[in-house]
């Protein structure tokens, strides 16, 4: 027999906002809950293991878009899983130019503050760059 439990204990479980469990259901991310006889949402372990894909996914920086493909492929699996890692390989492509956007901004920023000669604001390094973007490297 499968075990079901209120919205409150599957948010509890995976550390989720009852608006944002709600929320995935109206977008059809997560499958809707049974309805008890008092008119209570129920879920069960299906949606335990739904919710719980979902979040990792999204701490690892899914879109909820990529999150609907992979499970849509997920419920096929005898389906070849190229899709799957076509999704995974775009995602970490997209992940590899926000680092390399960083650490531009990164090398930006500590040249800004070692420019800085700690004098009196009106010679600031960082107040001038900022004001002034020509003087920004961090295009270079």
Same mark, same amino acid.
């Given at each position: 027999?499968?075990?079901? !439990?209120?919205? *409150?204990?599957? =948010? ?20 809707? =809950? ?5 008119n209570r949402r129920l879920y069960n372990d299906t949606h335990l293991e739904?919710?719980? !894909?979902?979040? $990792?996914?999204?701490?690892?920086? !899914? ?6 493909? &992979? ?19 775009? $995602? ?9 956007? &960083? ?5 930006? &920023? ?8 700690? *004098? ?12 002034d973007h020509s003087l920004c490297q961090c295009h270079e």
């Open positions: 027999m499968t075990q079901e !439990f209120m919205i *409150g204990e599957l =948010a509890k479980r995976t550390d989720t906002k009852v608006q944002t469990i709600r929320y995935y259901e109206d977008i059809g991310v997560m499958p809707r =809950a049974i309805r008890a006889e008092n739904r919710l719980t !894909f979902v979040r $990792h996914s999204r701490e690892l920086g !899914f879109s909820l878009d990529d999150i609907r493909n &992979l499970l849509e492929l997920a419920d096929q699996p005898n389906r070849p899983c190229g899709e799957v890692d076509a999704i995974a390989r775009q $995602h970490l492509n997209a992940v590899e130019r926000k680092i390399a956007s &960083l650490q531009v901004l990164q090398a930006e &920023l500590k040249r800004m503050i070692d420019k800085c000669s700690g *004098g009196a604001i009106s010679d600031c390094r960082i107040i001038q760059v900022l004001a």
